[in-house]
């Protein structure tokens, strides 16, 4: 059957009742300065005075909220505590509306500018931006917001330009930027003013470090004595102690541009260690808390205890011995480390050229300090005395006595007085110790020559291992022993 007419009705929402009450809008006001300068204080409490202002004359508005950010930067909005907070409470339903001052003051990144406008939108919260006569109900507002957001970037861009150029140019003429530090303040106007208490914990961690102390007994130490962390805290981490150590500030040194900012718009702060910027040095240039000497001792201490990755194996350090110590047949250095080829020996030293003649060289690290902690408590103060009067070893004699008298014994080998006292000690060459045809392990009690820097020289028996089973091994020991060698049967 045909259809003569199809009715079509408008479908309309049903008026509401005449005594409804007008909703008002919860409008919130976000306001941000780029610094924490007294003018721009300032600025702030006047932006947040004329934003309660406007929202109270408004009839049909409540405020919601003021949001302020202060010395923060617009180019991301991540390290803005307020405006996350303004957002969240959007997310909640907290508000409908914000106003802001401009594009700039919400954003000077493009991308994030819209994104968080769109967030918005969808949540049914629309932003006005007052300086920049947009309001995002409209429907052209967005096409506007770009070109204007994109303009803000631009500024952005050009102003952090402006500000490294004049950074620089200031570094170039060796004037630094104070900044805050642990031992030092700024008072009336001159930098770097040694603050005693304070000094006294910096003086502390680098004498704790360098007499052998690990960074959490260091913290352990300074947490008994309940020293604050330079945050004002009660527990210190392993960075405020390790940055405390590294800094050439503390030794009376001033790098600039140590630090470069990677760009406008993320304001990661990078090491400048490859200098991709120019960076300057200024020594000397104010009162030290820590000689030079100390300085560059913890900073071969840190070295030597580094942790690396080297041909398959952990390569633990070089602590406390340094450089000092070399294989006695192919002058390598030795390195302190768990052994894998000699299961029994946990903790030695040895060395791993692999394409050397010596094969491997072990020596059990407890059995050298023991030998070390020897030949110091066995060092003659009346010898060292009649060194004194030689010009060439009578510094370091008297350097020697100073110790002597202060520490006639020691309980553990420390860096600190190896390098002090110790010019070189020397391993003796173990084919001068070979006999008769040796086992794949062979140990032997190798003479120790310790040369101490005050002339005398000391020798002491150390126990140590050959590892003598690699066919380079076997061929040189043949040359160098003949018949007796070549006529061992290896399994």
Not at 23 to 49: F, H, N, P
Not at 187 to 213: N, W
Not at 270 to 290: K, T, Y
Request: charged share 30%.
């Amino acid at each position: 059957m045909a259809i003569d007419h199809v009715k079509i009705t408008k479908l309309q929402k049903e008026k509401e009742a005449a005594d409804f009450v007008v909703q008002k809008l919860r409008v919130a006001a976000y306001c941000r300065v780029s610094t924490d300068q007294e003018e721009q204080r300032g600025s702030l409490k006047e932006q947040i005075r004329a934003y309660k202002e406007l929202i109270a004359k408004k009839d049909d508005w409540t405020l919601a909220g003021v949001y302020a950010d202060e010395g923060v930067t617009g180019t991301s909005v991540s390290r803005r505590c307020e405006f996350m907070r303004m957002i969240k409470d959007c997310e909640s339903g907290k508000v409908d509306l914000i106003v802001t001052k401009s594009i700039s003051r919400f954003a000077r990144n493009t991308l994030e500018c819209l994104t968080y406008v769109r967030r918005l939108a969808e949540m049914g919260v629309n932003v006005v931006f007052e300086n920049n006569n947009i309001d995002t109900r409209d429907s052209c507002s967005e096409m506007l917001l770009t070109v204007l957001a994109a303009f803000a970037q631009e500024e952005s861009r050009s102003i952090s330009e402006n500000t490294i150029w004049g950074i620089r140019k200031r570094y170039e003429a060796g004037i630094p930027r104070w900044s805050k530090l642990l031992g030092y303040a700024k008072v009336d106007g001159k930098d770097h003013q040694i603050v005693p208490d304070e000094a006294e914990v910096v003086r502390l961690v680098f004498d704790l470090y360098e007499h052998g102390s690990s960074y959490a007994e260091i913290i352990r130490e300074l947490e008994r004595r309940q020293i604050p962390s330079p945050r004002g805290r009660a527990r210190w981490g392993r960075s405020s102690i390790l940055s405390t150590l590294s800094n050439e500030r503390y030794m009376g040194d001033l790098v600039l541009q140590k630090y470069r900012v990677e760009n406008h718009i993320t304001h990661k702060r990078r090491r400048n260690d490859n200098l991709d910027v120019p960076s300057w040095r200024l020594e000397n240039h104010h009162q030290a808390l820590v000689s030079r000497k100390q300085f560059a001792r913890v900073q071969e201490i840190r070295t030597m205890r580094l942790n690396t990755r080297r041909s398959g194996t952990l390569e633990v350090n070089q602590y406390p011995f340094g450089a000092k110590l070399v294989c006695p047949h192919c002058g390598a250095s030795l390195y302190r480390r768990p052994s894998f080829i000699v299961p029994r020996m946990a903790d030695v030293l040895h060395c791993e050229r692999g394409d050397a003649p010596c094969g491997r060289f072990f020596v059990r690290t407890s059995d050298l300090e023991q030998a070390l902690l020897d030949a110091y408590a066995k060092l003659d103060v009346d010898s060292v005395e009649t060194q004194t009067k030689r010009d060439e070893y009578a510094d370091a004699a008297r350097t020697t006595l100073e110790v002597k008298e202060k520490s006639p014994l020691f309980k553990r080998v420390d860096y600190w007085w190896i390098d002090e006292l110790i010019d070189r000690f020397a391993f003796a060459d173990c084919w001068d110790f070979l006999s008769d045809a040796p086992p794949k392990e062979y140990e032997i009690v190798s003479p120790l020559t310790i040369y101490w820097r005050c002339g005398i020289v000391t020798k002491i028996d150390v126990k140590t291992v050959w590892a003598l089973n690699s066919k380079i091994v076997r061929d040189v020991a043949s040359l160098r022993m003949g018949e007796r060698y070549e006529n061992y049967a290896y399994s």
